[in-house]
């Protein structure tokens, strides 16, 4: 019934290019996330969803000074990192800007953005991604002194 209440809303065609916008919409945040280091991607994109995190190697600083093994330096740069992500979603909910989602995948905390509201445009995208940048630059200040 839902389906046929949107598709008589909008036309197929209609429906056709506002999943297109959604998607390339999507793509934009990706290139976002893609072009600034310190986050990686961590997930292909699926339609409107970009699964990300910041990157352990981003949180180094933090890290110096450990004497332990491959094995726990990189146990502890995980767990550190998805400490930070977690906090890093906190803080972004908290804003009040935008709000994004989470989910584990093999024990890596991840942050999905997604697009999904019918007046969204590319400003708003870009908007996202300048929260959650200044974000992580706030926090990173603050916690890491980085």
Known sequence: MK???????????NLRNFL??????????????ECDQRFEVVAPRNFAMVCFRVL??????KQIGFEKS???????DEE????????????VN????????????????VIRFAVGASLTE????????????ETANAILTTM???
């Open 20 to 33: 297109r916008s959604h998607v390339k919409m999507a793509k934009l945040f990706q290139h976002l996330v």
């Open 94 to 109: 908290a804003s009040g800007e935008v709000y994004m989602t989470h989910t584990v995948v093999e024990g890596i905390y």
């Open 3 to 13: 389906l046929w209440l949107v598709l008589r809303s909008y036309g197929v065609p």
């Open 70 to 76: 491959d094995y726990q330096t990189r146990h502890l």
């Open 80 to 91: 550190n990192a998805n400490e930070f992500n977690r906090k890093l979603l906190e803080s």
């Open 56 to 61: 352990p190697t981003a949180l180094e600083k």
């Open 122 to 133: 590319d400003k708003h995208v870009i908007k996202a991604w300048k929260v959650v940048q």
């Open 144 to 146: 890491y002194n980085i």
